[in-house]
Each structure stands twice: as C-alpha cells, then as structure tokens.
C-alpha cells in the first residue's frame, strides 16, 4: 500500500530503533506493543527501504588502458666483431657482436683492439693484450658468460688499452634484453678487459655495468655455453676463444 504521507509512520519507526536499541520503554509508540521478532522484521524493512531511497552506490572508477613501458631501442651498431669458440678442443661455433661506438666510443675502441689483438702489449703487465687464446672463465645459468682475462686467464685479472682500468663511460644503454655484452668490473671505474654477455634481462645492472654491445649473430651459441654453467661459476669444460677479429663490411 502506497503512503501519501509517511513522516508520522517514520517518526514512529525512528522512535522505535532508538528505545529498542537503548532498551529504554517507549508505551505511548503504537509499535512498542510488538513483540521483539515483528519489531526487529519492521526495522530492517524500514532500513532497507530507506537506503533503495537515497540511491546509495559503490564508488566506481572510469576503466584506463593498461600502460605499457616505453620501447627503448637499441642504439646503431657501428662495428661488429667476432669470437671462435671451442669446447674440450670441440669446435662450438662463432658469435658475432655488434658494438654501439656511437654510444660508448672509448669502451668500444678497448673491445675492438683487444678482439683484432693489434694493440700491442699492456703499459702495466707487459702481456700481448688480445683476447685470443683467452678462456671464458665463468658461466651461471640464467646469469651470464663470463671472459677477457687477458693478462691471468683466470677471471683475477685484466688490462685495457689506456694502461690499467679505466672509467665507466656512460649507462645510457639498459640491461633490458637478452645476449647484451657490458664491461664486468670490481666497483665503479675498474672497466679493463674482462666482459660478460647476460643470458637474461638483469636490469639491477644498470647504473653499475657499461653495457656497449648486442649479440647479433651465435646466440644459440651463447645457449651451448650457458648449459655448461654451475652455481658456483666454474665451467662444466674448457670453453676458450680460440679466434677473434673485426668483420670487415
């Protein structure tokens, strides 16, 4: 049945939740003569109609299109070198690199002349600083492959071209991608001859290691070795580079 005019109807039923809540008597309240069952049905009723009334909803918010990083290309590839890999004196195959000289001029200069072994000896260990003959001596599963230790061959050592170590050039490429080559380092500004190619993305790199290149050719090559690695780093065989040079256009 529709109410015209419901303010006494709900003063009564307003009146009625306060005494029953209180527990307080209320006799001259028509509804008070219920019993407590048909009291409580009532002002639930009452509630219920009450917030249908006023329109009370869930806040809701306009759907927004998921937002995708930024794509960051990779920067021009400028000289590509090589490596010739044999495992246990087993023939594995070649990588080839390509190398941001742009980017990282003096970084990449260092990698070129030690890949070509023109440079001579090292002002500081008097070895013929040339990565051929060279082990990789450090491989982790799901890391990276480790080598360049021109002047121990044991991953304790390493020289660059400018005499010693010298500084981090620029972190303007990130570890975002598989199969980028970085100077490996004992801190920062200790970049000599050692390098690493990582095997997955390992951005908690980026700000520490000088990342100056890209494999673009061998990458199932770079497969083979990671399944030779340990937890410890130690290569399951002797992986050495037994070649290495500059591509000529």
């Known amino acids: 049945k529709q109410c015209n005019d419901c303010s006494d109807f709900h003063s009564d039923i307003k009146q009625l939740l306060v005494h029953t809540v209180q527990g307080t008597p209320c006799h001259h309240n028509p509804f008070m003569k219920m019993n407590a069952r048909m009291r ?8 219920i109609s009450q917030t249908i009334a006023q329109g009370i909803e869930v806040p809701t918010k306009k759907a ?17 070198v090589y490596f010739d890999i044999e495992v246990d004196n087993q023939k594995s195959g070649r990588i080839i690199i390509g190398l941001f000289g742009d980017t990282a001029p003096l970084t990449v200069e260092n990698f070129k002349r030690l890949c070509a072994c023109d440079h001579g000896k090292g002002k500081l260990s008097g070895i013929n600083l040339c990565y051929k ?26 020289e660059s071209i400018y005499g010693g170590k010298f500084h981090d050039e620029t972190f303007e490429v990130p570890h975002n991608k598989r199969y980028l080559i970085s100077m490996a380092n004992a801190g920062p500004n200790t970049n000599g001859s050692q390098f690493f190619i990582n095997t997955v993305k390992v951005s908690w ?45």
């Open 205 to 249: 790199l980026d700000g520490k290691n000088v990342a100056f290149g890209v494999v673009t050719g061998g990458t199932e090559v770079i497969d083979e070795l990671e399944a030779l690695g340990t937890n410890s780093g130690t290569p399951r065989g002797k992986v050495v580079i037994v070649d290495s040079g500059i591509l000529k256009e």
């Open 40 to 47: 409580v049905f009532l002002i639930l009723s009452w509630l």
């Open 64 to 80: 927004e299109r998921p937002k995708m990083s930024p794509k960051i290309q990779m920067p021009k590839v400028t000289d590509q």
């Open 133 to 158: 003959n060279t082990v990789i001596h450090r491989i982790i599963p799901n890391f990276m492959v480790q080598g360049g230790d021109v002047t121990h061959n044991s991953g304790i050592g390493g």
